[in-house]
């Protein structure tokens, strides 16, 4: 089996001394002679940090999205125009509609919208399970049957706040390796458990190895996080990442809960497996 290594590209701090953070996240993935990114953060960080991290985004020939927010759409221009060859872009096709916070704009911005259109790319727009380059897939849209975690922050589809976003659009990456699944989340807006539980029916039940990313808990009360924490137990992920949107608070929670178990992210930070 190859090994499959993990570069923390943007995050909303920085790990590495030559790294910057925003608020956004990235993961540039190798694995098997292919090379591809979960998300593309803000776009404020990504060509530096792919540089001094010895990256080479040139040599990316697929990308996946995460969700169609700006902090991790927003270097698709970037990292399509670095792309020395043509370039595949999974997406959910909602990832694609307005979004906004209030009266806010926080979804794609128009010029990684151009960017979609650019001659390198192949869009590819699928609500189903899929592989973005061989070993590492997509869960595409996840079920949500668990109450617990209903979305806890309302987003909107007008700036007049009269349709909501159920962001549907929220998916995860995840690849296999001899010690079980590692998942990669972008918000996990669909919920972590939810997230967890898609890819555990995915996989045919393969235990997990690990969980980095973003995990959208900071609106989380008490309740939740405690219920969030002890179906994660149920999982036994050896290694969790909190990083980007899972809020301080929880993040905090999650490394009470998980001491031998929790590392630090940051941009800069790299996960070999």
């Known amino acids: 089996m190859n090994s499959v290594r993990v570069v923390v590209l943007s995050d909303n701090c920085a790990s590495a001394r030559a790294a910057r953070g925003e608020h956004g996240l990235s993961f540039f993935i190798e694995t098997g002679g292919h090379r591809a990114l979960f998300d593309a953060g803000q776009g404020l960080v990504l060509a530096e940090n792919a540089q001094a991290l010895g990256v080479d985004l040139g040599a990316v020939e697929a990308i996946a999205l995460s969700h169609g927010h700006y902090d991790h759409a927003g270097g698709l221009p970037i990292a399509l125009a670095a792309a020395r060859g043509p370039v595949a872009v999974h997406l959910h096709p909602d990832a694609l509609?307005?979004?906004?916070?209030g009266t806010r704009a926080i979804g794609m911005p128009p010029a990684a919208?151009?960017?979609?259109a650019g001659p390198n790319v192949r869009l590819v727009q699928s609500r189903a399970p899929g592989e973005v380059v061989p070993g590492l897939f997509r869960t595409g849209e996840i079920p949500r049957p668990h109450p617990e975690e209903a979305l806890a922050e309302i987003f909107h589809l007008d700036p007049d706040g009269r349709a909501v976003d159920p962001l549907l659009d929220d998916q995860s990456l995840y690849f296999d390796t001899p010690e079980g699944v590692v998942v990669l989340l972008g918000c996990a807006h669909a919920g972590v458990i939810h997230v967890l539980e898609r890819v555990r029916a995915l996989t045919d039940g393969r235990p997990f190895r690990a969980v980095l990313g973003g995990m959208h808990l900071g609106h989380a009360n008490e309740a939740r996080l405690r219920w969030v924490i002890e179906r994660l137990r149920e999982f036994g992920p050896r290694l969790l990442v909190p990083m980007h949107c899972t809020g301080p608070r929880a993040a905090a929670a999650l490394w009470t809960a998980f001491p031998e178990a929790c590392?630090?992210?940051?941009?800069?930070?790299?996960?070999?497996?």
């Open 97 to 101: 509609q307005p979004k906004f916070n």
């Open 113 to 116: 919208r151009e960017a979609l």
């Open 263 to 273: 590392r630090p992210g940051g941009a800069g930070a790299v996960f070999d497996f």
